[in-house]
């Protein structure tokens, strides 16, 4: 049975800008009053500020800013403790922040290494499991796994392992919310129009094209529906979906 909570909790990491901040648009866009979402940011508060400004008054106050250095496990902790303190409960949690790196593999400093394997995957992992006791049943996981963890892409080693990782997690774990009912699934993008590629060249963008088969990068937006679809998905469990427009299928 679809688990409905009156005044939904939702918590999303990186959620000011990108995919993270379309997942939330989407997510207000169906929000019911009394539903909140704790949305964290790491450092840039004018995007956050810009954000926040962008919506509506009634979707402004559902949102519940929290800014949180996802690298960090201290941090981290902070973030927690802020969601225990304001509602003391989460139905959704969408693990959405994320780094990477373009450096070549020879150029790599293990310190370079250490953060984005602690952004991509290990403070994720302890976000759950701190947010575990205080889950409602019939909740839903999300992570924002990547294409590149199921296929090695050139450009970035330590990107696509943490992927990976995350989508071995996303199995891994569904044994251990079992006795909850929280069901925990994975979205596997490939290569969405979004901050990350604003100064990529035309001749790298067209490139990539050749590669999809239809020929353009995804929206926000795509991955924003799917999101949605897969936390309102009763019986989804243990999924890694892909969405890259047909990526390296000729």
Not at 190 to 199: K, M, S, V
Not at 210 to 220: N, P, Q, S, V
């Amino acid at each position: 049975m679809e688990h409905t909570h009156r005044n939904r909790v939702t918590a999303v990491t990186g959620g000011t800008s990108g995919i993270g901040r379309g997942i939330v648009e989407k997510l207000l866009a169906h929000s019911e009053e009394g539903d909140r979402i704790f949305v964290n940011y790491a450092h840039n508060e004018q995007r956050a500020q810009a954000f926040i400004e962008s919506l509506p008054p009634k979707h402004r106050e559902k949102i519940l800013l929290v800014k949180a250095d996802m690298s960090s496990y201290e941090a981290m902790l902070s973030f927690v403790k802020e969601i225990k303190a304001r509602t003391g409960y989460v139905d959704w949690l969408v693990c959405n922040a994320g780094i990477s790196t373009y450096a070549r593999y020879e150029d790599y400093t293990f310190e370079e290494w250490t953060k984005i394997v602690n952004t991509n995957l290990s403070v994720p992992v302890f976000l759950v499991k701190e947010l575990r006791p205080i889950m409602n049943e019939g909740g839903r996981i999300l992570f924002m796994g990547s294409y590149a963890g199921r296929q090695a892409y050139s450009s970035s080693l330590v990107y696509g392992v943490t992927k990976a990782a995350i989508h071995f997690l996303t199995k891994s774990l569904v044994k251990e919310f079992e006795p909850k009912g929280i069901t925990v699934n994975a979205i596997a993008p490939g290569f969405i129009q979004t901050p990350w590629h604003e100064n990529r060249s035309r001749e790298s963008y067209d490139r990539i094209n050749k590669k999809i088969a239809l020929h353009r990068f995804g929206e926000i937006g795509d991955v924003a529906d799917l999101a949605y679809c897969i936390l309102t998905n009763g019986y989804m469990n243990g999924s890694i979906v892909d969405i890259h427009g047909g990526y390296d299928y000729f």
